[in-house]
Every structure is written in C-alpha cells, then in structure tokens.
C-alpha cells in the first residue's frame, strides 16, 4: 500500500480492557496483536514470537499492570536491549502499572525497548 490516507485507525488490545493474567510464563504472540494489556499475578518470564520478517519494523506495546497484592516481577528477553544498557522492571505498588515499548527490525533477533509512565495507579 502506498500513500495511503487513514480516517481511522485502531489495533486489536490482546487481554482486552480488564487485561489478562500473566502467569509465571507469558508468550507475547504477535499474531494476536501488537498491543497487550497484561497482569502481573505472578513472577514472569516473558517471551517473545511471531514478529515480523527482517527488513521490517515490528511494534509491541505492553500494559502492564500489577495485581493487588503487587511486588512481582517481569524478566524480559535476553534479546531486549534498553536505553543505556539498564533493564527496566516495573513499579511493584499493588495496582499501578507501566507501559512498555518493543520494536525490531530484525525478525527478533534484537529488540529495543522503551519505558513510558512508570509507575502510574491505575485507573
């Protein structure tokens, strides 16, 4: 598609608008989508499948939000390079949440990843 003109524009929310539980393991399968709201009810090894081929850009955004009782924590990829070389781990408050930014261009062999609002309650 070329120069093309939206009106509108709208992805599919993996976990929709309650989220979903994490569980101590979590596949973020981008054939579900590229935009997950997500629960952390657990410790979480997080993986990653499905991105899009080499030579294209491929966009994760992750909501994510502890449970009540909070305190849990999320393991990324080993292939998630953050700014700085810092890994970023979520606010553990019960109930606030963080939003999380992946992208590669690679076919996943490397990816980026950003941190918005952390630490947010929420809503």
Known sequence: MDNSVLKSYA????GGSAGTNTGSAY???????????LILNANCIFTFSNPSPANTVCYITI???QDGTGGRAA???FTVV?????LEVPATAANTWVM???????????WWGAVA???LAYA
């Open 100 to 110: 999380y930014h992946f992208f590669t261009i690679n076919g996943g062999g490397a």
């Open 82 to 86: 953050w700014p700085s070389d810092l």
């Open 75 to 77: 393991t990324w990829p």
């Open 11 to 14: 992805e599919t929310l993996v």
């Open 63 to 65: 909501l994510l939000k």
């Open 27 to 37: 596949t973020v399968d981008l054939t579900s989508g590229n935009t997950f709201h």
């Open 117 to 119: 609002n952390p630490g």
